[in-house]
């Protein structure tokens, strides 16, 4: 993590487009630890889909 071994923590949010991925891929270029939250985390297969698709 960058920044002296400090343990330095921020929460972001803002709405939907507002640019946060955009901000946490350059974050993370330069070098800065990214915990993303929890749904980007999951698998996108689709299973245990709620929606119908008849």
Same mark, same amino acid.
């Given at each position: ?6 343990? &330095?923590?921020?929460? /972001?949010?803002?709405? =939907? ?7 946490? $891929?350059?974050?993370?270029? &330069?070098?800065?630890? /990214?915990?993303?939250? =929890? ?7 689709? $299973? ?7």
């Amino acid at each position: 993590m960058k920044g002296g071994g400090m343990d &330095r923590f921020a929460v /972001i949010s803002g709405c =939907p487009g507002g640019g946060k991925s955009t901000l946490f $891929a350059e974050l993370k270029w &330069r070098g800065y630890e /990214i915990i993303e939250e =929890p749904d980007r985390r999951r698998p996108r297969s689709g $299973a245990g889909s709620t929606l119908s698709r008849e």
